[in-house]
């Protein structure tokens, strides 16, 4: 927060359209409270790059070959983890964006050499410093915005997976012990709010609206939809935005009547309440388990999934048919089918939220761990069926 | 040459004609002719024989896919059609009087089949009827001692047979990766 009587912060802006720019001016003298004015850039303490742009791995390197030392704030709708840059979600949040520049101007002033509050020390997934530069500069192209690294991983999986889990900065998948913690608690997302949101409806029979600062979410129980406008982009986003206890406090329930109501929507934006909840939780989950499920206990599935008409997470049908045939700990799948944490934590979570997932309880269960299925005869024909199928 | 097979079954109208050309590398055999009998009033032709269809795979092994013809009179030829076959895809179709009644009466007819291999459930038309829904087929097939995957499907997208058929293929083995 900026403090009464202290100077604006100097910021100049890069990437962003005339439009863009002037909003990016007001947004930081209204929502941001005046921290910071936008200057030229040759008077600027601060470098703010859309990351988003098509060109924004060039203005990165010139940035940083005009004035190194000077900070850089890259603003982006996904995860980005480059070095010697600090960064902002979008859609940008006041008191974050806040906290990066309050956090940066004070190191400016204390001389201090500048670290990067989010030091790339982790390369979970083997990503370079100018992947992410290649990421950044494809980005203008909507087609381009899921990290094409992950997409041939996942393309090659069940058939199509088009979606990313996410990137945890805070989270290496491949130390044991950071595993363990690679939890979410569904009750700071819009998640939470949307499940008990359903059990409403569905307990009094009745359409619901669910009011937040976002978009209003409908709810009809009696055909198990959805409405809501906004697509799966912002959707995403919105999902994996951690919601603090002001998002709380403005949540309402409201009864609606669902025949008036559905006359004046818009049809495209109905969607399948299962495959809502399937893809809201993977996109909160991101990789992570749900509190309140502990991967070194068995876990047991009711059924398939109704895997046509959801997302697919890679590996989900390998995982799907090995819980059917035993209960195994989230820990166990990892290591029996040898896929990543990830898609196992982000699988779980989503069958959690659909109710067709539980903890065993059972003594035997706990006990012992069950073999590892023995591989079909013809393995080695089925697995050239599943390269037809999916095209490689 | 190894020959191998996956069997399509289901009543008539179910759409394992459409299913079969969806994943099929060879436009299928049909074998529809005009309905003479009880079935004209779901469809105006109807498959007499069996549809064939195939997939080549690497190596130069091929993977037949039959369809049972959906009239009753066809059934001694059921036996014969599974033998050797890799497992079932049994599609029904939703708009049906009694879905669950089709379900129940060829999971009986196959039951030896599918015991000996493994069923993946695809049920069509749910863009007519939506109920009973996919949760509903699940219930009914835990009550018959069954807990196969059960799909939505539009058997005209290649996506949705392919990921019914990819489900047949890791009930039969979890481990199973693509190379």
């Known amino acids: ?392 | 040459m190894s020959q191998y097979k996956i069997i399509f079954t289901g009543p008539v109208g179910a759409g394992k004609t459409t299913a079969i050309s969806s994943i099929s590398d060879a436009p299928p055999v049909k074998t529809d002719a005009a309905a003479s009998d009880m079935t004209k009033n779901r469809k105006s032709s109807t498959t007499v024989a069996m549809d064939y269809g195939v997939m080549s795979l690497d190596g130069g092994e091929k993977v037949h896919l039959y369809g049972t013809p959906g009239q009753e009179r066809f059934d001694f030829m059921w036996d014969i059609l599974t033998q050797g076959g890799i497992g079932l895809i049994l599609l029904l179709d939703n708009t049906r009087a009694d879905p669950f009644q089709d379900m129940r009466f060829f999971l009986d007819a196959f039951s030896q089949f599918i015991s000996d291999t493994a069923v993946a459930v695809g049920v069509t038309q749910m863009d007519l009827s939506n109920t009973p829904a996919i949760s509903e087929y699940q219930k009914q097939l835990q009550k018959l001692g069954l807990n196969p995957p059960v799909f939505a499907l539009d058997a005209r997208e290649h996506n949705d047979v392919s990921l019914l058929v990819q489900a047949l293929l890791y009930t039969l083995d979890p481990g199973l990766v693509s190379e």
């Open chain 1, 1 to 392: 927060m900026k403090k009464a009587g202290q100077a604006p912060i100097k910021v100049a802006l890069y990437g962003m359209d005339p439009r863009s720019y002037k909003t990016m001016e007001l947004y930081l003298k209204g929502p941001c409270r005046g921290i910071a004015e936008v200057v030229s850039e040759g008077d600027a303490l601060i470098d703010i790059i859309d990351a988003d742009h098509a060109t924004a791995g060039d203005i990165l390197a010139a940035c940083r070959q005009k004035v190194p030392q000077r900070p850089i704030v890259l603003l982006s709708l996904q995860t980005l983890k480059i070095e010697n840059t600090h960064f902002v979600q979008k859609p940008v949040n006041a008191e974050q964006l806040m906290e990066v520049l309050n956090q940066l101007a004070r190191g400016k002033k204390t001389k201090e050499v500048l670290a990067p509050p989010v030091p790339v020390v982790k390369q979970t997934r083997g990503t370079t410093d100018s992947d992410q530069q290649r990421i950044v500069a494809d980005n203008s192209r909507p087609e381009a915005r899921q990290p094409q690294r992950k997409r041939s991983t996942v393309e090659n999986n069940e058939g199509g997976y088009t979606a990313f889990l996410g990137t945890l900065p805070d989270i290496d998948f491949n130390d044991p012990e950071q595993l363990l913690t690679a939890s979410y608690d569904a009750k700071s997302h819009l998640l939470h709010y949307v499940l008990s949101a359903y059990k409403v409806a569905c307990h009094q029979g009745s359409a619901q609206q669910l009011n937040s600062i976002w978009k209003p979410l409908l709810i009809f129980p009696d055909t198990r939809q959805v409405w809501l406008d906004a697509d799966d982009k912002q959707l995403r986003v919105f999902a994996g935005v951690e919601q603090n206890k002001m998002f709380a406090s403005n949540i309402s329930l409201v009864p609606i009547d669902a025949g008036t109501v559905k006359e004046g929507k818009a049809k495209d934006k109905f969607q399948d309440m299962e495959a809502f909840v399937w893809k809201l939780t993977i996109w909160t989950s991101k990789g992570r388990f749900p509190v309140g499920i502990n991967p070194a206990l068995p876990v047991f599935l009711r059924h398939w999934p109704n895997f046509t008409r959801l997302l697919l997470i890679p590996d989900a049908m390998r995982i799907t048919s090995l819980l059917l045939k035993g209960a195994y700990t989230p820990l166990d799948i990892i290591k029996v089918l040898n896929i990543k944490p990830q898609y196992v934590f982000a699988f779980i979570s989503a069958c959690h939220s659909l109710g067709i997932l539980g903890q065993s309880q059972r003594r035997s269960d706990l006990m012992l761990t069950p073999e590892p299925p023995k591989a079909n005869k013809k393995q080695n024909l089925f697995s050239k069926i599943l390269n037809k199928l999916r095209g490689d």
